[in-house]
Nanobody
Framework: QRQLVESGGGLVQAGGSLRLSCATSGLTFTNYAMGWFRQAPGKEREFVAAISWSGGTKYYTDSMGGRFTISRDNAKNTVYLQMNSLKPEDTAVYYC??????????????????WGQGTQVTVSS
C-alpha cells in the first residue's frame, strides 16, 4: 500500500521556521518526482515546490520569495520542506505528493499520482 505521511507542522510565530517531512512507503521512491502543495481555508490548492527524482533539479513558485527549500533523502524515502521567515499568510494545510510527470508540469496538482493526508501549519502574527 502506497503511503505518504507528512509531519512537522504546528504553530509558529511570524518570522519563525518549520521543517516539514514526508515519509513514503510502498512505492519506489526514486521513480517519482516529489512536490509540496498547500491549501488555505476557502482557497484552491497552491503549488509550493517540486524536486526531481535525483534531487538535482528543484522548482519553486515565485511567490515564496526564496524562503522555502525542498530537499529529499532517497536513502530514507523522505522529502522535506524547510520553511523560513514564515508569515501569517503561509498558514495552510501542507501536502506532499508523488508524480512521474516532467518537472515543468509538476506545478499542477493534476500531475501527481499519490498524496499525503496533509499537515497543518499555523503562523501567528
Amino acid at each position: 500500500q502506497r503511503q505518504l505521511v507528512e509531519s512537522g507542522g504546528g504553530l509558529v510565530q511570524a518570522g519563525g521556521s518549520l521543517r516539514l517531512s514526508c515519509a513514503t512507503s510502498g512505492l519506489t521512491f526514486t521513480n517519482y518526482a516529489m512536490g509540496w502543495f498547500r491549501q488555505a481555508p476557502g482557497k484552491e490548492r497552491e503549488f509550493v515546490a517540486a524536486i526531481s527524482w535525483s534531487g538535482g533539479t528543484k522548482y519553486y513558485t515565485d511567490s515564496m520569495g526564496g524562503r522555502f527549500t525542498i530537499s529529499r533523502d532517497n536513502a530514507k524515502n523522505t522529502v522535506y520542506l524547510q520553511m523560513n521567515s514564515l508569515k501569517p499568510e503561509d498558514t495552510a494545510v501542507y501536502y506532499c505528493a508523488a508524480g512521474v510527470a516532467g518537472l515543468a508540469r509538476l506545478s499542477s496538482p493534476n500531475e501527481y499520482n499519490y498524496w499525503g493526508q496533509g499537515t497543518q501549519v499555523t503562523v501567528s502574527s
